[in-house]
């Protein structure tokens, strides 16, 4: 119900705003101050919105403590940067890399251990000691 009720305020806390500005202005209006902004600014705001998601991406790996990841991130960064790829083409190069990832664990785990207490399973037998 906590939840619930704090996206109703939230909600009201936009939508509010908005309803007075168009009634009172008109689309109109809104649009043509909107398109009086220089392109320079809005290209700024725009590449300063990509810049937040891929700090929030950051923040959250090195929160994880995972630095074994960081190289997933710098690579996923460039293609995104560099090429035209969507995102079911990043789910898709994500799950391929995961796969390697998890493979290799596994790989590293079966000859430290030289088939004593592994279970078969990396992702069973991995510690977050591993992840560092």
Known sequence: MCHVGGLLLQGIRVAIPAAVVA?????????????????????????SGGFIVVVGYAMVINMMNAKSLMPYFFLGFLIAVFTNVNLIGFGAIGLICAYFHIRGL??????????????????DDIDDSDLM
């Open 23 to 47: 009634a009172v202005a008109g689309t109109d209006t809104v649009n043509a101050m909107l398109s009086s902004i220089p392109e320079v600014i809005t290209r700024g705001l725009q590449v």
């Open 106 to 123: 596994q790989r590293e785990l079966n000859t430290a251990n030289a088939g004593g207490a592994s279970t078969g399973n990396a992702i």
